[in-house]
Structures are given as C-alpha cells and as structure tokens.
T-cell receptor, first 109, second 114 residues
Framework: KNEVEQSPQNLTAQEGEFITINCSYS?????LHWLQQHPGGGIVSLFM???GKKKHGRLIATINIQEKHSSLHITASHPRDSAVYIC???????????FGTGTRLQVFP | KAGVTQTPRYLIKTRGQQVTLSCSPI?????VSWYQQTPGQGLQFLFE???????NKGNFPGRFSGRQFSNSRSEMNVSTLELGDSALYLC?????????????FGPGTRLTVL
C-alpha cells in the first residue's frame, strides 16, 4: 500500500464545475504539498499546508491532521486547469518528500 | 528573478554510458533536491543537497550520485545507464532545507536510454 494515496486517479469535468481531489497518507508528516504538473513536465507548487486551510484564487486546500487527509478544491473549473495534480508529504521521520500517484484532471469547455 | 534551470532539457544515451545533469537554483536558494519521474513509479525522491552537503538520500542504487557547488548549483550523475533509468529528472530548489519550505521546480531533463 502506498504511503500517499490520491483519489480519483482520473477526473473529467465540464467548465464551471466544482472539483475535489483527495489525498490520504499513512505516515507522520511535517507538511503537505499540492503540486500541479502540465503536459511537458513542468511542476508548480500550489500550496504547502501543515494545518487548516489555504485559498489562492479559485483553489482551496484543506488538511485534517488527525484524519491524515487533505483535499484540493477547484471552484468554477476552467479548461486551463487541466493538468495532473500531485499530493506530496514531508515525512516527519525521514524529512523526505513522498509523492502520491497524481490525479489527472481534464476540464472540457 | 530567474527560475530554476536545468540542462540539458533532453538527452539520449545508450546502456552502459554515464550521464551528468545540471541544475541551477533560484538565486539565494541553498537547497537543491532531485527527483525521478517515470510512468511506472511516478515521482521519487533521489537526494537533497544543502550547503554542499548531501542532507538526505532516497532509495536508489549507488549508480546515482550528486554534488553541490559553493554557488549552490548542483549536478547529478548516473553511471552505467540501464534502460530503466529512462525518466524525467526534476530538480527543485528552496531557500533552506526542504522541510516545510516551498520548493520551486525546474523544467526537468528528459533522459532516454537506448
């Protein structure tokens, strides 16, 4: 079993829909990252969380440390949001970044 | 401020050869981490360097090595290449050690081993 699990693996949405991507982890963490990867490979860091909730534009990330779960929400989705979204945690034991397998999102006009 | 740069962007090698990849971090960043991304294994941590010292290492064989220079630029080397080393190699920089600091990723080097 992977230490970081994401769901769903693939997601298709119509423009304007509300999107939720989930991340569950089984290790102790010092922080959790949400990353976005576009075709071609470039990765952009969206959020880094250790507690609570963060918002940036149409993106919202939440984390529940007790339940070892985080969600990434996209409001009013747009075709340019189409990308792979990756959850990654910093293990508090090893200080290494452990990645989830990613969620591929496609938003159609 | 310039972002993280990686050279070369694309590389084709044959089995048994060795390869050196380069990463220049954002100015002022002292930590550089390297990652391997393959379709089968996804993203995996290779190693992290901070102030010219390897601070952390992932579960990769000794054929994978790296170093960091006094200007924080980093190189990684893969010796005796295998077909399975074909991957996108990404580096990321942060101000200080990875921990709870935001990382900024480079565009990656796509290595193909024939």
């Amino acid at each position: 079993k992977n230490e970081v699990e994401q769901s769903p693996q693939n997601l298709t949405a119509q423009e304007g829909e509300f999107i939720t991507i989930n991340c569950s982890y089984s290790v102790g963490i010092s922080a959790l990252h949400w990353l976005q990867q576009h075709p071609g490979g470039g990765i952009v860091s969206l959020f880094m969380l250790s507690s609570g909730k963060k918002k940036h534009g149409r993106l919202i990330a939440t984390i529940n440390i007790q339940e070892k779960h985080s969600s990434l929400h996209i409001t009013a989705s747009h075709p340019r949001d189409s990308a792979v979204y990756i959850c990654a945690v910093i293990s508090s034991n090893t200080d290494k970044l452990i990645f989830g397998t990613g969620t591929r999102l496609q938003v159609f006009p | 401020k310039a972002g993280v740069t990686q050279t070369p962007r694309y590389l084709i090698k044959t089995r048994g050869q060795q390869v050196t990849l380069s990463c220049s971090p954002i100015s002022g960043h002292r930590s550089v981490s390297w990652y391997q991304q393959t379709p089968g294994q996804g993203l995996q941590f290779l190693f992290e360097y901070f102030s010219e010292t390897q601070r952390n290492k992932g579960n990769f064989p000794g054929r994978f090595s790296g170093r960091q220079f006094s200007n924080s630029r980093s190189e990684m080397n893969v010796s005796t290449l295998e077909l399975g080393d074909s991957a996108l190699y990404l580096c990321a920089s942060s101000l200080v050690v990875t921990g709870t600091n935001e990382q900024f990723f480079g565009p990656g080097t796509r290595l193909t081993v024939l």
